[in-house]
């Protein structure tokens, strides 16, 4: 084994790690945005659209990290 070889896969362990920890929160924070949406329709139909623009936007701020983890997991990867 080169090592050449041990370097890179270094890099392809770190980018998996980083991705893998980096999606991790994430999904459960997305998971749990659902869960509770879900029990505030339920409690209040009527709020049902507010409900759903602000679970929209946690989404999209808890979806943004996994693309910060996505982008260091490339750099670590390439670079």
């Known amino acids: 084994m080169a090592a ?3 370097v890179e896969f270094g ?14 929160g994430p999904g459960i924070g997305i998971g749990l945005l659902g869960a509770g949406a ?4 339920g409690r209040n139909p009527e709020a049902t659209g507010q409900i759903q623009i602000n679970m929209m936007l946690g989404i999209v701020f808890a979806e943004a990290v996994a693309i910060y983890a996505l982008v260091a ?5 390439f670079v």
């Open 4 to 6: 050449g070889d041990l």
């Open 11 to 24: 890099k392809a362990l770190g980018a998996g790690l980083a991705m893998g920890l980096g999606a991790l």
């Open 38 to 41: 879900m029990q505030a329709i």
């Open 73 to 77: 997991a490339l750099i670590i990867k």
